[in-house]
């Protein structure tokens, strides 16, 4: 499968923004999705994931309340919708796509995703 993240700007605290994943390739549906970012300076960091069948969600404590995952399978689309943006939301921000088939559990470290967008920048001014 192939990732392309879009969606990245320049946002004022408070603010919000949604990013899009649009995937291609292998079958979209049939594999769990999560969001990670990477702040300068900072490891690669789990966002949010969401199952195959759209139906379960885990979120990183800093996202909870503030961001939403979810995904169209129809349109082999996954997207974050980001509520409340702090200065410390900025960061790259990758989609990625889950290395096993339907993975009953939603995966929050990155070795276990096996394919990631290129990448969408969201800076947070204050």
């Known amino acids: 499968v192939q990732l392309q993240a879009s969606g990245g700007g320049l946002v004022q605290a408070g603010g919000s923004r949604r990013l899009s994943c649009a995937a291609s390739?292998?079958?979209?549906?049939?594999?769990?999705m999560g969001w990670f970012r990477r702040a300068p300076g900072k490891e690669r960091e789990f966002v949010a994931g969401i199952n195959w069948g759209g139906d379960s969600t885990r979120y990183a404590d800093s996202a909870k309340g503030r961001f939403t995952i979810s995904r169209d399978n129809n349109k082999n689309t996954l997207y974050l919708q980001m509520n409340s943006l702090k200065p410390e939301d900025t960061a790259v921000y990758y989609c990625a796509a889950d290395l096993t088939y339907r993975r009953a559990i939603v995966a929050v470290t990155p070795r276990e995703y096996a394919t990631w967008g290129q990448g969408t920048l969201v800076t947070v001014s204050s």
């Open positions: 390739g292998r079958t979209f549906s049939s594999y769990a």
